[in-house]
């Protein structure tokens, strides 16, 4: 797009924005009152509820309401293949609850008893596994045009499948009796198929329902599929638009993939969910790394869009704006989760905003109609690959506000200090490691007798697949966040193994007597006043090791969680009273427990106001809705030892 089309159309959107904002109030005025419509409860990815029954002074009182076990646990096990953690976000849409199983079944429950009304089973597991395993199915999207209310859901299988609301059968106006194959449309005819597949729900943005996909990323073979983004029309599946995430020959970037790499590249996908603004008619896609994730000898250039904040117009498809978070990947820092859209007033300015936290511990805030930044990012010098065939990009963009939420990069002062011993053994074990800025490049096993490059956070900490809640009432973002460092090397698969001269194989990172090498706290909350871009509070979330043997004589207090087994689980949910999140028993209590424990926070500070201990251990987004004048509380949870169930927490029935 030109920068004078791009002009044209921005103009023009605000030209149509009251005439839009009519059309969302007839809209909404079908949904009732403490409903939870999107994943992030409503399509700013806000995972806000109104609602205020349940508070600090009440919270320890919750109790579980009801629990329902998922259709998954009836289905033949010989006909399943492993989907692990259960962590799908039910939806409540006019006094019922839809929801989605781990291998892509759709319910629709009571939600104030969790009665079935009916179950959908797509038979997505009879189409066979993807690559990657276990994979889950983490949500549903609802839709209506005023007239229809459907629910959509990108299944394992590789089908968009539309639902009638009030039948739980197929839509028979939607593609081949409402299912759409989504093993088309990707413009490109050679790759792995079995390397694609879909967790994430899609997004509805007017009359378009708009698919992103998850790609295997550790793949020996240079076959993935690319991570173009497809649109269909949400009434007859027709196929409407694709968005190239790898730009093709005519297109703009397409010089940033060089060596005609554009051809071959994979991933570069939308695996997590995205936001839209309804009234705009924009949508926000979150693109990940491209292949391979460590050693992009074969990609050289900047790979424009991977790692990018893209801003299109859901009807058409066009860019409007973007904004690449890292160039030139090597570090897998996929931006994992979806924006949040927010309106603010900096420096006496309205701006109509999107904040996108990253993996990387930095928050980027923008413009969400121009995509101009609130506050300066500015590109710096990092250091150059050492690796051969590698070209690591000579810059990387540092948001200047607001500070990172995260540490970002290592040097000596960042390690552990708790005595003078561990503060010695601490140095001699950093010996083995590259430290340095954030964007310091893996390097090759063993080079300089260095074991790897200690990578803060690491590729599965900053912010992940939860993303940052926020109040829409305060412009306060919530940012839960783990440090989760990681050593990256790279090392030479054997002959005839792999596509590629070099593959990732990771570190061990531990610091003295298993305790960790870097400094606490290594999971946090922040909160962040987007109206200033000030830090409001950050605390660490999690004990931690505070009864470690060597420090639990110094009374250390909460140090947060320390890199636990799970990955990208739980996040926040926000209320008019109370922030709520949870941990993990195990790793608050013992390590026999199999629980977890829901936290309730006071939004203001960060003070704990009250635990719940949770026999089952959660795993999904919490969400939050009203029937009857009661809140609920809901959270997916088990799956490891084929016991997903939906837990729903509420106060005593007076």
């Known amino acids: 797009m030109t920068q004078l089309v791009k002009t044209f159309f921005i103009c023009s959107l605000l030209t149509v924005l009251s005439g839009c904002a009519e059309q969302s109030n007839e809209e909404q005025q079908v949904v009732g009152t403490g409903d939870w419509l999107h994943h992030g409860g409503d399509h700013s990815s806000a995972k806000y509820a ?68 009916w179950v959908f089973d797509p038979e997505s597991y009879k189409l066979g596994p993807p690559n990657f395993s276990p994979i889950q199915t983490r949500g549903i999207e609802y839709w209506t045009d005023g007239e229809v209310e459907r629910i959509f859901i990108a299944t394992l299988g590789k089908q968009l499948v539309s639902i009638d609301i009030h039948t739980g059968q197929p839509d028979p106006d939607f593609g081949d009796n409402g299912f759409v194959d989504l093993t088309q449309n990707l413009g490109r005819l ?33 076959r993935s599929p690319p991570g173009h983004v497809r649109a269909y029309n949400a009434r007859t599946g027709e196929f409407k638009w694709r968005f190239n ?20 590249a994979g991933n570069t996908n939308v695996w997590s969910y995205m936001a839209a603004d309804d009234e705009l008619g924009l949508v926000y896609l979150p693109t990940s790394t491209p292949t391979n994730d460590y050693w992009g000898g074969r990609r050289l250039g900047e790979n424009v869009f991977a790692e990018s904040i893209v801003c299109l117009d859901a009807e058409t498809g066009e860019r409007v704006w973007h904004f690449q978070t890292v160039h030139h990947g090597l570090w897998d820092y996929d931006i994992a989760s979806a924006p949040n859209l927010i309106d603010i007033v900096v420096d006496g300015e309205p701006i109509k905003a999107i904040a996108q936290v990253s993996k990387t511990g930095f928050t980027y805030v923008f413009n969400r109609v121009t995509g101009e930044p609130v506050w300066p990012i500015e590109e710096r010098p990092v250091p150059a690959s050492t690796v051969p065939g590698e070209r690591a990009n000579p810059t990387q963009p540092f948001p200047t506000w607001p500070l990172p939420f995260e540490q970002i990069g290592i040097t000596l002062d960042d390690l552990i200090d708790f005595t003078p011993e561990l ?34 956070p690491g590729a599965a900490g900053g912010a992940n697949f939860p993303g940052a809640s926020m109040d829409p009432q305060t412009q306060t973002l ?117 629980g977890s424990v829901l936290v309730a ?35 997916a949870g088990g799956g490891r030892a084929n016991d997903s169930e939906l837990l729903v927490f509420a106060l005593p029935d007076s």
């Open 245 to 264: 995430t790898i730009p093709q020959p005519g297109e703009e970037f397409n010089e940033t993939w060089e060596d005609n790499s554009w051809q071959s």
């Open 50 to 117: 109104d609602l205020d029954q349940i508070d600090g002074s009440n919270f320890e009182q919750l109790q579980v309401a009801w629990r329902w076990q998922s259709a998954d646990n009836r289905i033949p096990e010989e006909l399943l293949y492993p989907t692990g953690d259960y962590r799908a976000t039910p939806l409540v849409v006019n006094g019922i609850m839809y929801t989605a199983t781990n291998h892509s079944q759709v319910v629709a429950l009571d939600p104030a008893s969790g009665e079935e009304l």
């Open 478 to 594: 919530y940012i839960p966040s783990e440090t989760r460092p990681i050593g990256m090397a790279l090392v030479a698969p054997p002959d005839g193994t792999s596509d590629w001269p070099y593959v990732i194989q990771y570190g061990d990172t531990s610091g003295p007597r298993g305790l960790p090498l870097i400094k606490p706290p290594y999971r946090r909350i922040t909160a962040i006043d987007l109206n200033t871009g000030e830090h409001i509070w950050q605390i660490p979330f999690g004990k931690g090791p505070t009864d470690h043997p060597a420090i639990t004589h110094l009374n250390l207090g909460p140090l947060g969680t320390m890199f636990n087994d799970v990955v990208a689980e739980g996040g926040i949910l926000i209320t008019k009273t109370v922030l709520i999140s949870y941990l993990a028993a195990k790793d608050e209590i013992g390590p026999e427990e199999t």
């Open 423 to 456: 503060r010695e053994e601490a140095l001699e074990i950093s010996n083995n490691f590259v430290l340095g800025n954030i964007f310091t490049p893996p390097i090759v096993r063993g080079q300089d007798g260095k074991s790897s490059t200690y990578v803060v």
């Open 601 to 635: 926070h006071d939004k203001a500070t960060g003070v704990i106001l009250g635990e719940v201990m949770v026999d089952q251990r959660l795993h999904g987004p919490i969400m939050s809705y009203l029937i009857d004048d009661r809140q609920y509380i809901a959270i």
């Open 190 to 222: 050679e790759f792995e198929m079995r390397n694609i597949t879909h967790g994430a729900p899609p997004i509805a943005v007017g009359n378009t329902v708009i698919v992103g996909s998850k790609v295997f990323d550790y793949i020996m073979s240079n």
